[in-house]
């Protein structure tokens, strides 16, 4: 089953680039491959699965991770206002 994984990897230069090229051509199950240095990103298309694609990728030494997950990582919720303490009042009333 053929399918695209892109990934985001850490590539600084043409050699960065080359090192990805190189091991995604030896990768078996690759139709084509696109590597976008600008964007940090790589696309494989193929008979591959993600795992394995991230693996073989990140043997370079670059930084690598699967593009979906970064992009769809939950954002933290929003600290909570701090809102003053409530005092407790005491209410004294003259006799």
Same mark, same amino acid.
């Given at each position: 089953?053929? !399918?695209? @994984?892109?990934? $985001?990897?850490?590539?600084?230069?043409?050699?960065?680039?080359?090192? %990805?090229?190189?091991?995604?051509? /030896?990768?078996?199950?690759?139709?084509?491959?696109?590597?976008?240095?600008?964007? !940090?990103? @790589?696309?494989? $298309?193929?008979?591959?699965?993600?795992?394995?694609?991230?693996?073989? %990728?990140?043997?370079?030494?670059? /930084?690598?991770?699967?593009?979906?997950?970064?992009?769809?990582?939950?954002?933290?919720?929003?600290?909570?206002?701090?809102?003053?303490?409530?005092?407790?009042?005491?209410?004294?009333?003259?006799?």
């Amino acid at each position: 089953m053929s !399918q695209t @994984v892109v990934l $985001k990897v850490g590539m600084s230069c043409e050699g960065c680039a080359g090192a %990805v090229r190189r091991v995604l051509g /030896k990768m078996e199950g690759v139709e084509s491959f696109d590597i976008d240095m600008k964007e !940090q990103k @790589v696309t494989v $298309k193929g008979n591959v699965q993600p795992d394995a694609v991230l693996q073989t %990728v990140s043997k370079t030494g670059k /930084k690598t991770a699967l593009w979906e997950a970064e992009a769809a990582a939950p954002t933290p919720p929003p600290e909570p206002e701090a809102k003053p303490a409530e005092s407790e009042t005491s209410v004294v009333t003259a006799a």
